[in-house]
């Protein structure tokens, strides 16, 4: 399938540090396990060439996956008038979109990420997802997708722990004892979100903000660590305080927060 697009950059948007489970082909192109497909794909200027395990309503999961369907256009010039520094920052990010994935992966992989690295977080998630995830052959190769709730609802902590998740076990198991309650989450605003998400043992302001940025499409959520704390506050000369940022960043960004520090993010550590 081809899909025309306009100011997006396929790889600068996958390999962005918030999708834990693609592969980068030795043609250019990548290979992505979806909620409920693997596909692979890659761009041609302005169009996306894609194919996939399963074809239904392909263009529409696309199109959402990789927020196609959004004008970051009207909210870039939302950007800049509200924070002239952004006509520096918003051009070296041209075509980033936020990620649309799948909300129950992204909860159980941001609690695997704490205090961890990209690698380790990428093979547990796959260890986890090869013995309880659907098996998908697609280009004649072995995948398997994220489990559903159904199928890891019962697993123990020894058994997370002997997939290297570490102390991490305990809060995934939190997480799924109290996950009945959560999936309705998506009808709460963003700080009542925050506040139930935050009800999960070992899920804080961080990990609570990167789920809903990544498995919510809420961009009004801005994660914020060590290293955000220190480029805006050397940016903006402000101080480095945690409720300083935050304050900064809702009264300056708004509804964008999330999508403007991911700018941020961007523009320094990957481009800069």
Not at 117 to 123: C, F
Request: proline share 1%; charged share 30%.
């Amino acid at each position: 399938m081809k899909i025309k697009v306009k100011d997006f950059d396929l790889k600068s948007t996958i390999t962005s540090g918030a999708c834990f489970r693609y592969i980068e082909e030795i043609d250019g192109s990548f290979t992505n396990i979806l909620k409920d497909r693997v596909i692979n794909i890659k761009q041609y200027n302005d169009e996306l060439i894609v194919t996939s395990s399963k074809e239904d309503n392909l263009e529409n999961i696309i199109k959402n996956y990789f927020d196609l369907n959004r004008d970051y256009n009207i909210i870039n010039q939302q950007l800049i008038n509200n924070d002239k520094e952004m006509i520096n920052i918003i051009p070296k990010c041209k075509g980033y979109k936020i990620l649309n994935q799948d909300s129950f992966e992204m909860c159980i992989s941001y609690i695997i990420s704490q205090n961890n690295n990209v690698k380790r977080i990428s093979k547990s998630i796959n260890d986890i997802s090869e013995k309880y995830g659907e098996k998908v052959i697609f280009n004649n190769k072995v995948y398997h997708l994220f489990p559903t709730y159904e199928s890891i609802k019962n697993i123990s902590i020894e058994e997370l722990r002997s997939f290297k998740v570490g102390f991490r076990a305990e809060y995934i198991r939190d997480f799924l004892d109290k996950y009945e309650t959560l999936k309705d989450i998506s009808k709460l605003n963003t700080k009542e979100a925050l506040n139930e998400l935050m009800k999960v043992k070992g899920i804080g302001l961080k990990v609570s903000s990167c789920i809903l940025l990544f498995g919510y499409k809420r961009l009004d959520t801005f994660p914020i660590d060590t290293w955000v704390k220190k480029s805006i506050s050397d940016l903006y000369n402000i101080k480095n305080d945690q409720k300083t940022i935050e304050k900064f960043a809702e009264n300056t960004y708004k509804e964008y927060s999330g999508l403007a520090i991911q700018y941020l993010f961007h523009s320094k550590r990957n481009i800069d």
